[in-house]
């Protein structure tokens, strides 16, 4: 039952008026990894532990049980909740925002959203605190269970982004984020952190808040962007961890600690604590872009840390968005530390001696439509009251209602997908569609954000494939390559995807060879580090009535 309210919102109030537009009914999608896995020797495990868009991790650890939240921005169900016992192995259990009426991020663009949640337990309660940027600002919601339900949003009087809750010993609460500077900004990119006292009984901020750091490690330096703020109790101490440099490749973590919660902070004398900048790029199992961390302690005392990085293929170009990586973290004469300056993340690494969780397979999932949609299935913003998803059990089928709203635009496409988690992997679907009118589509969306996605599907008597690579292309994409449709009924799709090239084939169901629509193309401008570095590749079902532009 836990997925049921994602179901219920994905389908958007199935007893809406159907679309004039013809429905695009799928029968199976399936999703398989093609590179080898390396082998990973007993005992250890390799990174990450949650591939794919998963960025902006948050951790907390309640009893032998530890929970995880990512951000999500436009893409709903947001904010997903996932759960281990030995920190490697992760299953979803909830969405923290899984209604329409919760937040309203509908309009946006993809890059716009739920930014960076930070998970406390604290009462006998799980909390949330959250920025939905340009869709109400910054708010806490609660659940008594991380499976949910998950309380509505109390909206928080305070501005700025990446709010965490810091509860104290003696009843108090805080509340650290990232906001502007005091005065005028020196420079682009000059942030601070600040912290503001909250009320969790009334639920809302108390007046008055404290400058933390100004800047970042050193304000003649000019730093940029720091944020994501925890702060940690141990002994005597209050450390603050917060991001800086950006999240791309000058991303890094730093550590400051003071005696009391208020401050004042000074700077550990190893900074940063976290950072891959300044390696040589020809380094193997190459990892970038570290940073926006939160850690834990076990109860041997021992601590972990979990952060965003990425997986380049090239350059600083990745399909895979920014993920969610483990580390062991030293203390080294009071100050902690995820890895030396100049020391690269390493490929594999010793488990955490915990409790085993069962393992979840990410190289490959087949979804034949016959339980109810597994919560890994998103859609872009906001449902409305338009039925676009109808799932029928008994017949193992997904249908997708068609609207004008195309996935180059600011509506509610009939779209849903599931994370790319893999450099090298192939989505595949059995598609039953007619086409009605000119511009009528339905088939594979790969999508990145409004300016950077792959179409492959059924239009006219064709099967098309479009490309849309910057914001000045048609909203539908640049044709790539069309053949004639294989047959008048049900036809397979495949989208193989391989670091920055990609193959589309189709075939008829009756007939086993694939047949190429077109050949190779360059999918490298789909990479996050061209759309705003934010997402990662969602692929799935999508369907868009003619006409639409």
Known sequence: MKHRAVLVALAAALAAPLAAAPAARFDY?????????????????????????????????????????????????????????????????????DRAGQVDFSGLGTNRGLFAPAIEHHAGKFWIVNTCIECGGNYVVTADKAEGPWSDPVWLDFGGID????????????????????????????????????????????????????????????????????????????????????????????IYRSRSVEGPYEAGPVNPILSQRDLPAGRPDRVEATGHADMVQLDDGNWWGVFLATRPFAGQSTLLGRETFLLPVRW????????????????????????????????????????????????????????????????????????????????KPAFLGRRLRHHAAEYTTRLAFRPEREGDFAGLLAFMDESHFVTLGLEGADVVLRRRAQPGEPERGVEVARIPRPEAGEVELRLELRGGSARAFARPVRSPPWLPVGGAFDVEPLASVHAGLFTGLVVGPYAVSGGSE
């Open 332 to 411: 080294v004469d009071g100050w902690p530390r995820f890895l030396d300056p100049g020391e690269a993340v390493p490929a594999v690494v010793r488990r955490p001696a915990l409790l085993a969780s069962p393992a979840t397979d990410w190289r490959a999932w087949r979804d034949d439509f016959t339980a109810p949609l597994s919560g890994e299935w998103i859609g872009l913003r906001t449902p409305g009251p338009r039925q676009q998803v109808a799932l029928d059990r008994a017949a193992g089928t997904l249908t997708l209602l068609p609207g004008a709203d195309g996935a180059g635009g600011l509506g």
């Open 29 to 97: 999608v399936s999703y398989r990894a093609l590179d080898q896995a390396p082998e990973t020797p007993p005992g250890s495990y390799r990174n990450p532990v949650l591939p794919g868009f998963q960025p902006d991790p948050s951790i907390v650890k309640v009893g032998k049980d530890f929970y995880l939240v990512t951000s999500t921005f436009s893409w709903f169900p947001g904010l997903p909740i996932y759960h281990s016992t030995d920190l490697v192995n992760w299953q979803l259990v909830s969405h923290a925002i």
């Open 163 to 254: 709010p965490s809750l810091v509860f104290g010993e003696d009843g108090r609460a805080w509340i650290a984020y990232n906001d502007a500077p005091p005065g005028e900004p020196q420079y682009d990119g000059h942030r601070a952190i600040w912290l503001q006292e909250f009320d969790p009984v009334a639920m809302r901020m108390r007046p008055g808040r404290t400058l933390l750091v100004n800047g970042g490690l050193d304000l003649a330096d000019k730093p940029v962007w720091a944020e994501g703020p925890h702060i940690y109790k141990l002994g005597e101490w209050h450390y603050l961890m917060a991001a800086e440099g950006g999240t791309a490749d000058r991303h890094s973590q730093t």
